[in-house]
């Protein structure tokens, strides 16, 4: 086993563990209902593809790496500290940026879909692969539809 495929997948992995929370954390907190429920469903997707991701690893024997889990779950957790230039109430311009976050971490997702349909491994799943690479494909037109979306919030003060 290649020591780049097992930083690959630990890599997205932990990539993966911040990016839930951070789906689950929009879905709950969101200023607008519409994108609340719409993130939600997402977040259940996400952590479909999650568990999509360990059995790839699984079939590869490559496990996820706490060291690197547990700082990109913290990660997330200090991003929502940075303050939109309110301190007392939630900025319209957190719920542009969560959303801008959102969809930078689907389209790194299917990225590494795409690379590993690529990659000459017959343990690689391609029917399993272009499903997951094209339902990231749907969920960042989605998040780009809400995203847009919001836009009117850039003149609000």
């Known amino acids: 086993m ?3 495929i097992t930083t690959y997948l630990q890599d997205h992995h932990a990539g993966s563990a911040a990016g839930l929370a951070a789906f689950r954390r929009v879905g709950e907190f969101h200023g607008d209902e519409e994108v609340r429920a719409a993130v939600s469903r997402m977040a259940d997707e996400v952590a479909q593809d999650q568990a999509a991701l360990e059995e790839i690893m699984a079939a590869l024997g490559v496990k996820p790496a706490p ?3 547990l700082p990109a779950r913290a990660a997330e ?3 929502r500290l940075k303050p939109n230039e309110r301190l007392n109430s939630r900025s319209p311009l957190s719920d542009i ?3 801008e976050g959102l969809q930078a971490a689907v389209h790194v997702k299917g990225l590494g879909w795409r690379l590993l349909l690529e990659a000459p491994d017959n ?3 391609e ?3 272009r499903e997951l690479s094209e339902r990231a494909q749907e969920q960042e037109r989605t998040l780009d539809l809400l995203r847009l979306g919001q836009a009117h919030k850039l003149t609000r003060s």
């Open 2 to 4: 290649s020591n780049v």
């Open 127 to 129: 029917n399993t692969l």
């Open 67 to 69: 060291l690197k889990d």
């Open 77 to 79: 957790k200090v991003a």
């Open 123 to 125: 343990r690689l799943d």
């Open 97 to 99: 940026e969560e959303l």
